[in-house]
């Protein structure tokens, strides 16, 4: 008995086929994002049920495509039963795709399982009809009916596990295609299946009173799209909400984690260091126990940071926390305040040796360990210490005692460590005052000038002047240099200060032009802070311009450990005050480690010999005196002239003049002057030069 095929039919079952396999694949990526062990289970019954009935219609849609010359039917329970078989195929193939690992073997076994699975779900689709006689099936075709759902489901198996990551680029157009190929493998087998069967002459359909032909068509298609579209609505929809949320959730990981944490160097923040140390001062005064804060700061970071930029400057502090880690116990809480402030938490110690014990510990190995971060620099911090509960019992005073006995180890020679005591914080109180006193005193004319006289050799003639300043504070009084520059430097209020006593020299030199005095050089020193800054002589050129003052009347000293520690942009800032009309000379020569190619690059107007050089002349004899003829020897050689700092005794002075020193200045000769008595002195000298004829009256030597 032969039967016909309806196209349209056909073509349905493929479209079910495809749009059933779209799904299941849109819901493999779909459960493979959730973590939720029972929105999982959820998600494949839902899918299995979904996926069951798309692949159950296709065959039913394929079997009502086929007509035979005889009322057909189909019995509702083995009808059911096929339903079922396809629901739990479909249920094992989203637990094979979504399981953490597929492998070979496991893809070989479950597309045999599966491919028996939809084949039984065929046959049984077909034993609903309950032919009388029975189906014949071809062996050849059923074999290959078999096989072909085989290969199919592991095909299908692949692709859908391929495709599991609903995250991938172009992932739905994929996802089409290969619905598209694995509609074709299922359609493929089911019309092989077709062809195998075969209806004898005389044959009755033994439920053809059964379920209605044209209802099961109509009712079996429209069921099957609608739940295969909402299950793909919802799927897409609890999807991209799950997207959202997990977005969310990152979003608000980092939120929390830039709110807890330095973005930099990736330790506590003072947010969570302060938590941590409010928990510690709770679980310190229950169990009656001690803990330690250490607060360090980074010994020349303000210096590399100016000098080298601020690049640099990051991957120093990146390194340093780095390194700092390793230095402390894992139990230990290292944060970052911000700038080069670090904190170490130190908890559960049993005495305050422990602290002092550590913080050596951090030093010795910061100075002398061997490190794999590839930064060359020697990174060493001054550390001040407070314990709980002697020092203090909440986190604002125990961070701030920290911090003031950590100024103390930067004043005792840094790279070192201190405990926190009572006199520090009259220390860290007088710090804020000067602060205040330097904020105030540019507004308020708390700043004066003196000026240090320069000689010749001999200790006769007047050649120049180096500027000193002093601050006069109403409430403070008289501060010395000492103590307000070093403050200036750490808090960066030495850059307008430098640039006030650059202009307030121009206007005191015309101030002596005005009187007819004869013009005489006047050295002004420049800071670290200073010599860190790109626009720094434009701005003093500016500056000088601005007051009407020839450049050539100004020298700028610099240190030699400062010029030492960059030395080739040191060299590029000598180049550029002389291409502006300056001259630069070294100071404090012999503090420093400055080698002969690097003086012989500088190229400056004048050496200045530090005054423990200088006193060495007396104290030290024979050796004393060999040093400073070799200090003026080797600066001669190099065309720089020579000045000696500190001259204080008649001795000092005539051994000076013997070793050919160019020029001399201390207390033997004059004291520091304010502006009206240099003028005096000018105005003796040039009277004096003018008595005792024109040359180098008041002037410098070329």
């Known amino acids: 008995m032969h039967g016909t095929y309806n196209l349209w039919l056909v073509a349905l079952s493929l479209a079910v086929a495809t749009l059933a396999s779209y799904t299941a694949l849109d819901l493999s990526g779909r459960i493979a994002l959730l973590g939720n062990t029972r929105l999982r289970l959820a998600w494949r019954a839902g899918g299995a049920t979904a996926m069951g009935i798309g692949i159950w219609s296709m065959h039913f849609i394929g079997v009502l495509s086929f007509s035979l010359p005889i009322p057909v039917g189909y019995d509702f329970w083995i009808t059911g039963a096929s339903l079922v078989i ?66 199919a489901s592991c095909a299908a198996l692949w692709i859908a596990r391929t495709l599991s990551d609903a995250r991938q680029r172009h992932g739905n157009f994929k996802r ?22 075969t209806f004898l002459p005389g044959s009755v359909c033994g439920a053809a009173n059964g379920i209605n032909m044209p209802w099961l068509a109509t009712t079996v298609t429209l069921f099957t799209f609608a739940i295969l579209l ?7 929809f609890d999807a991209r909400t799950t997207f959202l949320a997990h977005s969310v959730s990152q979003l608000n990981g980092q939120i929390v984690r830039m709110a807890t944490f330095d973005t930099l160097t990736d330790l506590p923040n003072r947010r969570t260091l302060t938590e941590r140390l409010e928990h510690a001062i709770l679980s310190a005064g229950e169990h009656d126990r001690q803990f330690a804060v250490l607060f360090m700061d980074l010994d020349g970071f303000k210096t590399i940071n100016d000098s080298l ?31 080069d402030e670090f904190v170490v938490l130190l908890d559960g110690i049993s005495a305050a040796d422990d602290a002092g014990r550590m913080a050596a510990n951090v030093l010795e190995r910061m100075r002398n360990g061997v490190w794999d971060d590839g930064q060359l620099l020697q990174l060493t911090p001054s550390i001040g210490i407070a314990l709980y509960p002697r020092d203090g019992r909440t986190v604002e ?69 180096e500027v000193l300043l002093r601050l006069h504070h109403p409430v403070l009084g008289t501060l010395a240099p000492q103590e307000f520059i070093a403050i200036a430097e750490r808090s960066g209020q030495i ?142 050689s190099l065309e720089m002239d020579v000045v000696a700092e500190g001259v204080e005794t008649a001795s000092q002075l005539a051994r000076l003049k013997a070793l050919m020193c160019d020029e001399v200045q201390g207390f033997l000769l004059a004291r520091p002057l304010t502006a009206q008595a240099f003028g005096t002195l000018l105005q003796e000298r040039g009277q004096r030069a003018a008595m005792d004829g024109p040359k180098h009256a008041g002037t410098w030597r070329s």
């Open 309 to 339: 930029g601020h690049s640099i400057g990051d991957e120093v502090l990146k390194a340093f926390a780095r390194r700092l880690q390793h230095c402390v116990r894992g139990t230990d809480t290292v944060a970052r305040l911000g700038g």
């Open 230 to 236: 909402v299950t793909l609505i919802l799927s897409r």
């Open 397 to 465: 005073v125990l961070l701030k005692h920290a911090d003031a006995a950590m100024y103390e180890a930067k004043r005792g020679g840094r790279s070192t460590y201190r405990f926190f005591e009572a006199a520090m914080n009259e220390a860290a109180n007088r710090t804020l005052q000067i602060q205040r006193a330097l904020h105030e005193a540019l507004g308020s004319n708390y700043f004066s000038l003196h000026f240090q006289p320069k000689f010749r050799g001999n200790g006769g003639e007047l050649v120049g002047a």
């Open 495 to 636: 850059l307008q200060v430098g640039y006030w006593v650059v202009g307030e020299t121009c206007r005191q030199i015309r101030r002596w032009q005005a009187q007819g005095l004869q013009a005489v050089r006047v050295a002004i020193n420049l800071s670290p802070r200073q010599l860190a800054q790109p626009d720094l002589v434009a701005t003093i050129l500016d500056i000088v311009r601005g007051e009407l003052v020839a450049p050539a009347q100004l020298m700028f000293e610099i240190s030699e450990t400062v010029a030492m520690l960059d030395a080739p942009r040191t060299i590029e800032m000598i180049r550029a005050f002389q291409a502006s009309g300056f001259e630069i000379a070294i100071d404090d020569f012999g503090t420093g480690y400055s080698s002969l190619a690097y003086l012989q690059r500088f190229r400056a107007k004048q050496l200045k010999i530090d005054r423990f050089f200088t006193s060495g002349l007396d104290a030290h004899g024979h050796e004393g005196i060999a040093i400073v003829q070799a200090i003026i020897a080797m600066a001669h």
């Open 176 to 197: 089409l295609g290969a619905a598209g190929v694995m509609g074709l493998a299922i359609t493929g087998m089911h019309y092989t299946a077709n062809a195998a069967a």
């Open 86 to 151: 396809a629901i739990l195929v479909s249920g094992f193939a989203l637990y094979a795709i979504t399981r953490a690992q597929l492998t070979w073997r496991r893809l070989v076994a479950g597309s045999v399982l599966m491919g028996f699975g939809i084949a039984g779900m065929h046959y049984t689709g077909d034993a609903a009809m309950r032919m009388r006689p029975g189906i014949i099936y071809d062996p050849a075709l059923f074999a290959a009916s078999i096989a072909i759902a085989i290969v």
